[in-house]
């Protein structure tokens, strides 16, 4: 991903569901050009958030190893534009998941105050398109450092998550 539209996650718990935080500010250009003089975070960053949120729970489930792609949002409803100064706080919940995909349901809050909610399947592309890499292992994984899945991440048993060993070296080759 070349843009992430989630600031950090606040919760992760592997394959069941995942919190993520986005804070709106007057310092993003696109918050100016989307609508000149009533700037708003344009909706279509909003469901890339969600995505990206559930896009990153789903992955993680294989270490990041099958290639998640967002495939079809089934539902999307948006009940009031996001604001600079405004929090989003993005919730994500594995619905189901199977060989071909996973299927979760997404919200965004403002404070208490629905945002949008949403449903959206991710395929999986394993064994397929390999020969085109995704991301920089590396890089992604520092990205994801940032974002503090690892810091907040848990596995089912409650374990703290670890980063997967492919990521980890890639990450260690990169910082020398």
């Known amino acids: ?3 992430f539209w989630i600031d950090r996650f606040t ?9 993520a935080i986005k804070n709106v500010s007057l310092a993003e250009e696109h918050v100016h050009d989307h609508f000149p003089g009533n700037p708003v975070m344009p909706n279509a960053l909003v469901t890339e958030g969600l ?16 290639r998640v792609v967002l495939a079809k949002i089934s539902k999307i409803a948006f ?4 604001r600079p100064g ?10 189901d998941t199977h060989a071909d995909g996973s299927f979760v349901s ?8 629905l945002q949008a909610e949403a449903e959206i399947f991710f395929a999986n592309l394993t064994g397929r398109h390999v020969e085109r890499q995704l991301f ?12 503090s899945l690892y810091d907040v991440g848990v596995d089912e048993d409650g ?18």
Do not use: I
């Open 1 to 3: 991903m070349r843009w």
């Open 11 to 19: 919760e992760f718990e592997r394959g069941r569901r995942a919190t």
């Open 51 to 66: 995505a990206q949120t559930g896009g990153l729970l789903v992955g993680e489930l294989s270490g990041f190893e099958d």
């Open 79 to 82: 009940h009031f534009h996001a």
């Open 86 to 95: 405004d929090t989003l706080t993005y919730h994500v919940e594995v619905v």
């Open 106 to 113: 997404a919200t965004s809050h403002v404070g208490d105050r």
């Open 136 to 147: 920089r292992p590396g890089e992604f994984l520092t990205s994801l450092r940032t974002m």
């Open 159 to 176: 374990t703290r998550l670890e980063p997967p060993p492919r990521l980890a070296q890639a990450e260690k080759l990169l910082n020398g």
